[in-house]
């Protein structure tokens, strides 16, 4: 209720810091990335131009140098099960962001990619709206509802992502 903060974003940006497609982004995966002036760390403000939130560990090709990312809970509905996969190319140009939906809600803080492929991690580190709104926390360890890879190439369409079903674990960072 301070009013000198009414109206401002309450993002962060506070997880890692990227340079890519000749601009340095602070992010944190409730936001869009936030750019800042890289000889001065001036704030530029939130970059919107990869479609809307962007995980705070995209990967950049060391081919290719484009930039692939997802964002997690990205469904019109807090914490929905809604998963976002997105490429920039290496000038920082959205060329792809389609959505798809998982299992269940999860807390997806980083995922994996490989030459050919993307691997997201659905960990029973699950969201839900209703729990929250019943005054629980928005995400809960729920080891019942099982572990999930999916799987699917880089250069294909959401709709032929794989679900491999393993037991529950978790998974905060990966080396890729």
């Known amino acids: 209720s301070d009013p000198s903060v009414i109206g401002l974003d309450g993002g962060v ?14 992010l944190e995966e409730a936001h869009a990335p936030f750019e800042m002036d890289p000889d001065s760390l001036e704030s530029r403000g ?12 995209p990967k950049i090709d060391p081919e290719t140098g484009e930039m692939v990312f997802f964002a997690y809970a990205v469904g019109e509905v807090p914490l929905s099960s809604t ?3 997105g ?7 959205l060329v792809r962001r389609q959505d798809f939906e998982a299992p269940y809600c999860s807390m997806i803080h980083d995922f ?3 030459r050919d492929h993307v691997l997201f991690p659905v960990l029973p580190l699950t969201g839900s709206l209703e729990r929250a709104m019943r005054g629980g926390p928005p995400f809960a360890w729920e080891p019942g509802k099982g572990a999930f890879v999916g ?3 880089r250069d294909a369409d959401v709709s032929t992502i794989r679900w491999f079903e393993t037991e529950a674990c978790y998974v ?3 080396l890729n």
Not at 13 to 26: D, I, K, M, Q
Not at 87 to 93: C, Y
């Open 46 to 57: 939130y970059r919107d131009a990869f479609g809307g939130r962007v995980t705070a560990h």
């Open 13 to 26: 940006a506070n997880t890692n810091v990227l340079w890519h497609g000749g601009r340095l982004l602070a």
């Open 87 to 93: 490429v920039a190319d290496a000038a920082g140009r």
């Open 112 to 114: 994996m990619v490989t």
């Open 172 to 174: 905060f960072h990966v």
């Open 83 to 85: 998963i976002s996969y």
């Open 151 to 153: 799987v699917m190439r």
